[in-house]
């Protein structure tokens, strides 16, 4: 997963690291060119230096193929422009935008920002269950939202379909606690197979669900 980050602060870099660990591919621009040229050397990924308010350097950052924007200046009014950009000029699938005051939250959403969040460190987080998860529709969050209670469809044509669940390797922390074909409602144990279409219900903590998604081969 691409993700062009505006803003190469305290919360731009500690984004850029969690997305590296989680083998995504982040990009980011910062407007202050010593802070810029820092952060390359210490990512070791693509840096632009400039304003990420303007289109030829949200087009230098590679916008165009990317699949979300995070804006997470110290500025709501950058932060705004930037995700509006991407959406309208670029057509980007998912915008973010971290609110330095919490008065402007309901603006921003109503400005057509996807998600805008003043916990900072809720982020990454948000993003990877908005763009890489999307398969994945939250039914409750557990444990303070440590874990959750998933539901996901499988595809059509479905490259598993008639596989055991034990030849599948779900990762530790998460289990399939239902499967729901048609009408049936299914218990699962290690022997069940399961089928295109089926309706899954995983119980797993949040920070493997990418995992999960890759297990079950849903890209």
């Not at 959406?87 to 057509?112: D, E, H, L, S, Y």
């Not at 998860?133 to 998933?150: H, M, W």
């Amino acid at each position: 997963m691409k993700i062009v980050i505006v803003g190469g602060g305290k919360i731009g870099y500690y984004l850029a690291r969690t997305l590296i660990e989680h083998d995504h591919a982040p990009v980011l621009i910062e407007s202050n060119r010593e802070i810029a040229a820092h952060l390359a050397d210490e990512l070791d990924i693509p840096v632009v230096w400039g304003d990420g308010t303007l289109i030829e350097i949200l087009t230098a950052a590679g916008i165009e193929e990317a699949d979300a924007l995070v804006a997470v200046t110290g500025e709501d009014e950058q932060n705004l422009v930037a995700c509006q950009l991407a959406r309208m000029v670029f057509g980007t699938k998912r915008t973010v935008a971290k609110v330095n005051n919490p008065k402007n939250t309901a603006v921003m959403r109503q400005m057509g920002i996807d998600i805008a969040v003043s916990a900072t460190d809720s982020i990454a987080r948000l993003i990877e269950r908005e763009v890489d998860l999307a398969q994945f529709r939250q039914v409750i969050a557990l444990n303070q939202g440590e874990a959750s209670l998933n539901e996901v469809t499988l595809p059509e044509n479905y490259r598993y379909d008639g596989s055991k669940l034990s030849d599948i390797h779900l990762p530790d922390q998460s289990v399939i606690v239902s499967i729901q074909r048609g009408d049936e409602i299914i218990i699962p144990r290690g022997s069940t197979t399961i089928r295109s279409c089926d309706r899954l219900m995983i119980m797993a903590r949040n920070t493997v669900l990418h995992k999960v998604r890759e297990k079950l081969r849903l890209d």
